[in-house]
């Protein structure tokens, strides 16, 4: 166990619906990232908080967003699904934000599956 | 957006023998990272880097940061079939601390 929790493990919905996935931080971790893992394909960012506030945006699509609420988990909205949406969502956190001691650490991710 | 050159991309091999894999980059770095992936599961770090020229040990895993700070190395010594597994380097530009900028990974399957 990581110490990132990510819910839920599996999710399987239809192309134009909405979804939310949750994402627990290691205790005492202030940051969290969310990436996108499609098939064959390596991690792509989509988006950093620290501390409640919006830090890094990487590749995310406007139908995306999150949040990162006062108990520091976080939230990943994604909307009006398409087909190419299907793929691993995996959250990390990390102590601070930028170049730490300590890497970042991920959760197990969501699997997402629109059809 | 900016990615490391990670290679090789796969990589298939017997049980017991050695592997090595690499990590370039155009600029420099001052962060290099490896991760394990397995199937199913969020990658894991391995092995961190944080001086130029640093040599690092992690069991039968062993990572280098290059000297010119735009390279990274990986060796697995003695291979056994846990070894498998998505292996990616990710670093911090040194140009850009909050940014971690990834590679595309090298998948090692290992032959019992």
């Known amino acids: 166990d990581s110490g990132v929790t990510q819910t839920p493990k599996h999710l399987i919905t239809a192309t134009g619906q909405r979804v939310t996935l949750r994402c627990s931080p290691r205790?005492?971790?202030?940051?969290v990232y969310w990436y996108q893992q499609s098939l064959d394909q390596g991690l792509q960012f989509l988006i950093q908080y620290y501390n409640g506030e919006e830090r890094a945006k990487g590749n995310i699509l406007e139908r995306f967003s999150a949040q990162q609420f006062p108990d520091l988990h976080s939230e990943l909205n994604l909307s009006s699904l398409e087909l190419g949406d299907s793929a691993l969502y995996f959250c990390?956190?990390?102590?601070?934000?930028?170049?730490?001691?300590?890497?970042?650490?991920f959760g197990s991710g969501t699997r997402l599956t629109v059809v | 957006g900016q990615q490391l050159n990670q290679s090789p991309q796969s990589m298939f091999i017997q049980e017991g023998e050695d592997v090595s894999m690499n990590c370039t980059s155009s600029s420099i770095f001052n962060t290099w990272l490896w991760y394990k992936q397995e199937p199913g599961e969020g990658p894991v770090l391995l092995i961190a880097?944080?001086?130029a020229g640093e040599l690092t040990s992690n069991g039968r895993l062993t990572a280098q940061f290059g000297i010119t700070r735009k390279d990274s190395f990986l060796n697995i010594s003695a291979s056994i079939p846990s070894d498998v597994g998505i292996y990616f380097c990710?670093?911090?530009?040194?140009?850009?601390?909050?940014?971690?900028?990834w590679g595309l990974g090298t998948s090692l399957a290992v032959n019992p």
């Open positions: 880097l944080y001086k």
């Open positions: 205790s005492g971790d202030l940051s």
């Open positions: 990390a956190s990390s102590p601070r934000t930028g170049r730490s001691n300590y890497g970042y650490t």
């Open positions: 990710a670093g911090f530009n040194a140009g850009n601390n909050r940014k971690l900028i």
